[in-house]
Every structure is written in C-alpha cells, then in structure tokens.
C-alpha cells in the first residue's frame, strides 16, 4: 500500500507514467466487452435515438432488461452475487461506452448500477446482499434511491421523512416525500433514507416494491424536464409504509454515511458516463463539417471551425486520461487491500473514500466537458444544429443535468478543498511542509539557468510542478489567514479548486500522451501530445486568472506584490507553446480521420 499513491498526493509528489493506466493498456478481455457494449448501442439504441425524445419509459426499462441479458448490470459485483466480477476499470469502461447514445439510458444505468445497486453491495447484511444482488444484477427487478426531498437537496441529511419502531419492535413504519427520483417509475427495489427519532443523521432502510400491494407507496406524475426525457423520475411518497426492522441498512443513523460514499461512486462514473457522448458528438460534428460546403468548401477547412474541433477533443481527451488513471488506482487499492485480508465490501468503501477528491475533480471537469462539447456540437451545425431533426440539440439538453445530479458542481467544488485539508488535518496528506517550503522560496532569487528541455514533455513537467507550488502557496495562505472559517469564504474556495482540478487533469493528460509516446512512437502519438500541451497552455491561463482572484482577496501591500511575483514565476513558460498552430494539428488530425480517433 505504502508505494500506491493515495488520494490528494498528487499535488505533493511527482507521478510518473508508470503509475498511471490509460485506455490503450486495456486487457483482451476488457477489449471484448468494450467491443459488446459499442456493439449494443449501436444496434439497440442508436437506431431508436430519437423515441427518446418521446417520453417512451418503456424503452428505457426494455433497453435496461437487454443490459442486464448482457451482463452489463454487475460488472464489478462478485460472481456469487449474481455479477461478473470484472474490477473498476470494467466497471468504468461499460460506464463510458454504454451512456454514448442518449442521457435517458444513461441515467438509468447510472442510478441502477450506482447509487441503486451498490449500497446494498458495500453495506448490506450477507442476507440482504444475497436477496437483492442477483435480482439487480440480472435486470430482473431495478433499484431506485430515495434521498432527495424538497427542503433537503445539496443538504442531504436534513430530510423531513420518518422511521416510526411499531409498538411490536418488529417494523418501522416510513412517512414521508422523496423527490426527483430516477427510475422511480419502474423500480421494485427502494433505498429510502429517513430519520429515526431526532437523531442526528438518517438512517439507510430497503423497501421491496410491488404494485399489486403498494404498501402506502404512492407516486407523482413524471416530472416534465429539460433533458433526459424518457428517464423515469417521480416524486415518491411513503404513508405508513411499513418495512421490516431486518430491511435497516447497516446500522441506524449511517445513512449520511451510505449517501456521502455512495456519491463517491457515482461522481467518478458520472465522468465516464460523459465520455462516450462526448466522442459521439465531436465525431458528428467533425462528419458534419466536413460535409457541409459553404463558400465552395467543407466548412471544416475554416480556422473557426478548426479551433472548436481542436477543443472540443482536447478536453474529451483529458477526461478519458484523468477518469481511467483515477478508475485504475481505486483498482489497485482495492486490490491490495484485499490481500491485505479485507473483506470484498471494506476493501470497495475505503478505496472510494480514498480517492472521494479525484472523484469530484472528474465529476466537475467531465461534466463540464460534456456541456462544452455538445454546446460546441450545436454550433458548428449552425441552425441545424438548433433543430430537433439532428442529434446536437438532444444531446445538449441531456448534457446539463450532468452538472446538477451526484452534488452539484459547485458543492463538489467546495468538496474538493474541504476533503483535501482534513486529510491534511487527519496527517494522511502533508501539506504544511511543501507549502512552508513554497512560501520561503518566494523570498529566494529565482535561477536564470539555461535548462535542458530536450526530453519529452519535461519542459511542461516542469511547469505543472510550479503550478503544484502555486495552489499550495494559495491555500497555505488561504488556510493560515482564516483557519477554521476558512469555509464562509466560499469564492475564495472555489478559485482554489479551479486551480486544483486544472492541476489533476492537466498531469492525467501529460502522462497519457507520454504513456501513448512511449508505446507507440512520438510520431504515432503527435496528436495526444498536442492535446496534452494545448490543455496546459489553457490550465496554466486558469491557475493564473484564479489565482490572482485569491490573492487579490486575501493579501495586501507588499505580502500581495509578493505572492503575484510568486505566481507570475510558477505560471511562466520558459519556452511559449503555440496554442493556435497546435489547435490546427489536433483538428486536422480528427478532420482527416472523419471522427474523433484517440
């Protein structure tokens, strides 16, 4: 354990590309399911894409009946309970690939495989999980997870639903309202969360649905929304419902704790889930340009246009390079606690845990990417694109509840800082000594040596290691300024993060184009490489612009002029890339090829 790197240290060590593990190392057996589930999406659901749009619940509950024949609902549940047992790099894989076509089914695979599934599986009694495993993952019966009501959103453990004991201790009786509710309308298996009492936090119980005998389950009409439209989601409402005291999920007043590592899960799946749409629609946007002739030419020999394919694969690239480095070191975390003598279900909660500030990071960039790229998609296609008679408009609207769902995007902002100091605090983290060291070298008279830039990429691994020492410089500031209410200044936190994702994924895409380099060659990997140094020239403009906002807002007088010295040095290039002639390489690269091809 001690050699893996943990959650949060990348910030204070040097990663190298052996650590990390990229698409093209994936196993035969990784390809061939990869191969199936392209294979499904492109026969089951990309030919009915637009009954989507419909409203039709019905094809999303058939399309996810079809998922679990295929083995698709329980990649990394073990085979004794029904699943395949494949690990999370699986897990992520069929994630990304199997939301390509349309958020509808994307969410309900998200919120079946995720948040309906894996509560039960990570803290579910032996009996429990033995019940409820084989039946989800087959597709038999789906899961639905009932935390959100109206006055408790982002403050999740605020809920207003009761668990009353009945006078023979034998059940609890549930009363309440959830809301926004993913697949409500065809679930059969619930994880209700509600208080006990006036306790201090919730607790987790499971509630077997059946229609015949509604057991004071009532349901709203589904919800009229701006995207994912044949999503079932519904307001569900619980009057005297009564649940077996043996139906409590673990222990009574763990619910926060179920729907906080839940979210876990679900934020780093939720950037796979944006992976697959993202290519999809950079790769009929590029078909698009290509055959569209304004001026006597495909629109994509324009620079314009050129400029918006580069990006857009530019920051699909990186989300793929930072969600499968994450995937992999959960893996290995996993893994290694498993032979460490963990149980299955121990080994799953501390690994998810530990990596809760990567899980965010990609939440938030994957997200972000997906509405960037099909916002981007629209545009190119012009007035068609604004038009439901082609697939751009559709997939920008499903697009934005990725921002929303899972914590918003915000909230996993604020996370990201308030999660990597308390493991600084905890002492999991030492963040105290390189920031102390960052802050003395301020003083320090900077070298104008001559450097040797020859090797691959070490130029821009220079610089992101200067842009390490800028946000520990900020946050050193940050955290010695106002200490414990540190959390009141909200902005100043979120300019923060901003660096500290720029950081992550910034160092996800350099090793990924390197790791590529060095399997192939530089020549085979020019593209990755280009993307690799466009989204550094552009993270480095971020960590500049926000980290001029936190110093202007916590220093003064010459502390101030010091620190925008510090940052000035920790931002600059020694050699100026040019983003404008690397925008041409990558976009002549995915015009050339008629798609999106790395």
Not at 114 to 140: S, V, W
Not at 208 to 225: M, T
Not at 371 to 400: L, Y
């Given at each position: 354990?001690?050699?893996a790197?943990?959650g ?9 590309k ?14 061939m ?25 019905a ?9 679990g ?6 990649v ?108 409500a309308?065809?679930?059969e ?7 006990i009492?006036?306790?201090k936090n ?13 057991n ?10 701006l ?10 409402f ?15 007043g763990?619910?926060?704790?179920i ?14 889930a ?12 590029t ?10 030419q ?12 580069a ?57 972000e990417?997906?509405?960037f ?5 629209i ?6 694109g ?24 915000e ?10 100091l308390?493991?600084a ?43 390490k ?16 209410e ?8 979120l ?7 720029e950081?992550y ?13 060095d ?5 085979e990997?020019?593209g990755?490489?280009?993307m ?25 007088g010459?502390?101030q002029?010091m620190?925008l ?6 931002t600059?290039y ?18 050339e ?6």
């Amino acid at each position: 354990m001690s050699k893996a790197i943990k959650g949060g240290e990348f910030l204070v060590r040097n990663v190298s590309k052996d650590e990390i593990f990229i698409t093209e190392e994936f196993t035969e057996e990784q390809k061939m399911m990869k191969e199936a589930v392209i294979e499904f999406i492109d026969r089951e659901v990309w030919p009915v894409k637009e009954r989507f749009e419909e409203k039709d619940y019905a094809l999303t509950e058939e399309l996810m009946r079809k998922a679990g024949e295929m083995g698709f609902l329980g990649v990394s549940i073990p085979e004794k309970y029904g699943g395949i047992g494949m690990g999370f790099v699986s897990t992520m894989l069929v994630t990304d690939y199997i939301s390509a076509a349309t958020g509808s089914l994307a969410t309900a695979y998200g919120a079946h495989t995720g948040i309906g599934t894996m509560p039960i599986f990570l803290y579910g009694t032996e009996e429990q999980k033995e019940k409820h495993l084989p039946i989800l993952t087959a597709g038999d019966k789906f899961g639905a997870y009932c935390l959100t009501e109206p006055g408790a959103g982002s403050d999740a453990n605020s809920g207003k639903t009761t668990a009353t004991l009945s006078e023979d201790g034998k059940n609890y009786l549930i009363n309440g309202q959830k809301m926004w509710i993913s697949n409500a309308g065809f679930a059969e298996i619930f994880i209700v969360f509600a208080r006990i009492e006036d306790d201090k936090n919730i607790t987790g119980f499971l509630l077997e649905y059946d229609k015949d005998n509604p057991n004071g389950v009532s349901f709203g009409e589904e919800e009229k929304k701006l995207g994912i439209t044949s999503s079932s989601t519904r307001q569900v409402f619980f009057n005297d419902t009564v649940i077996p005291v043996e139906n409590m999920l673990a222990d009574r007043g763990q619910g926060f704790k179920i729907a906080l590592n839940s979210l876990n899960v679900g934020r780093i799946k939720l950037a796979a889930a944006c992976l697959d749409a993202s290519r999809r629609t950079l790769t009929e946007a590029t078909r698009y340009a290509n055959e569209r002739i304004q001026f006597k030419q495909p629109i994509s020999n324009f620079g314009a246009i050129q400029a918006k394919l580069a990006e857009m694969s530019t920051r699909t690239f990186v989300i793929d390079a930072g969600s499968y480095r994450a995937a992999k070191d959960i893996q290995n975390y996993i893994d290694a606690l498993l032979e460490s003598g963990k149980t299955h279900q121990d080994a799953e909660l501390e690994a998810f845990s530990e990596y809760a500030i990567e899980a965010a990071i990609l939440k938030v960039y994957g997200s972000e990417t997906s509405q960037f790229v099909t916002d981007e998609g629209i545009q190119i296609f012009g007035g068609m694109g604004f038009s439901k008679e082609t697939p751009m408009e559709a997939a920008w609207r499903d697009a934005r509840i990725t921002r929303i769902y899972e914590g918003t995007n915000e909230i996993n902002r604020l996370l990201t800082i308030g999660m990597l100091l308390k493991k600084a605090m905890r002492g999991e983290i030492d963040l105290m000594t390189p920031a102390m060291e960052v802050g003395k070298s301020l003083m320090s008279i900077p070298s104008f040596e001559a450097k040797d830039y020859s090797e691959l990429l070490s130029e821009e691994k220079e610089l992101l290691e200067k842009l390490k020492k800028a946000f520990l410089m900020i946050a050193g500031k940050a955290v010695e300024t106002y200490g414990m209410e540190l959390e009141k200044h909200q902005q100043l936190i979120l300019a923060a993060a901003e660096v500290l994702i720029e950081i992550y994924m910034a160092e996800s895409a350099l090793l990924k184009a390197e790791k590529v380099a060095d399997l192939s060659s530089e020549g085979e990997a020019s593209g990755q490489l280009a993307m690799a140094k466009l989204n550094l020239y552009n993270a480095v403009n971020i960590v500049s612009d926000k980290g001029k906002e936190a110093i202007l807002y916590f220093a003064e007088g010459d502390e101030q002029r010091m620190m925008l010295m510090g940052l000035k040095r920790f931002t600059k290039y020694a050699n100026m890339p040019n983003p404008i002639q690397l925008r041409k390489q990558i976009a002549k690269i995915v015009i050339e090829n008629n798609k999106y091809c790395f």
